[in-house]
């Protein structure tokens, strides 16, 4: 895991995502309507809740939108009935690709992901062809600027949280833990540094370099998985 940066890929599709901000913040609301009716709404309680209330922050939702979304879930009036289904596959170059959704509708959502891989050279693949070169991660990013901490201070506190790694990038650090300790780790840090990232993520075991041709048609490929309704997040194993 040392050495591999996922802070790069985070803002490179958060720079592609800027003029999205409707789509983003429409399955955000879906995340947390699904974490508060399964959870209940107290983010304090709910730690799938709290996970996704981070999430929407870091994208700069409105609160009104995450509070509308817990008050439809919590209404005994509304019935809406979402499940979680993970695609995965190989986009160009032999990219691993992990496609989470959510979904009122498992065949419109199968056969939109399969036609975004076979048109975008891509291949959709079984269960487990791919997710096996991937570890579930906790991840924490700490900006690093106006932050008079070495990397060796940085190191103390996060093996003193429970961290598992740290990985000292130009504009940040970025934590990993293990998936039960990421809650106990964000928390402590989160006493003493305001927190850029914090998410349950997927890491690639190995990445894949792609340049021009195969770069742009895997970039085309990721955009359309990512304006897909359904889609959630999507893992690959590129790099950079």
Request: aromatic share 8%; glycine share 8%; proline share 3%.
């Amino acid at each position: 895991m040392s050495g591999h940066s996922k802070w790069n890929n985070i803002q490179g599709r958060k720079n592609a995502q800027d003029a999205k901000k409707g789509k983003i913040f429409q399955k955000l609301s879906r995340e947390i309507y699904m974490a508060a009716k399964n959870g209940g709404p107290d983010p304090d309680t709910n730690a799938t809740l709290r996970m996704v209330m981070d999430k929407a922050k870091s994208a700069n939702m409105p609160n009104d939108n995450v509070d509308r979304a817990i008050k439809k879930a919590t209404s005994n009036a509304d019935d809406a009935n979402y499940e979680e289904v993970t695609y995965e596959g190989y986009g160009p170059g032999g990219v691993a690709i992990l496609v989470e959704t959510l979904t009122d509708n498992r065949n419109r959502t199968a056969t939109d992901v399969r036609v975004a891989f076979d048109r975008n050279g891509g291949s959709l693949g079984e269960t487990g062809s791919v997710s096996y070169m991937f570890d579930r991660k906790g991840y924490i990013a700490i900006e690093r600027e106006d932050l008079s901490l070495s990397e060796d201070d940085m190191l103390e506190k996060v093996l003193e949280a429970g961290g598992e790694d740290l990985l000292t990038a130009p504009e940040v650090f970025e934590i990993y833990t293990a998936p039960e300790d990421f809650t106990e780790v964000r928390d402590f840090l989160e006493q003493e540094f305001t927190l850029a990232q914090a998410e349950l993520t997927m890491v690639p075991q190995t990445t894949v370099l792609l340049e021009g041709k195969k770069k742009e048609q895997f970039n085309y490929l990721l955009d359309k998985l990512e304006d897909d309704d359904d889609v959630s997040e999507v893992y690959t194993s590129i790099e950079g």
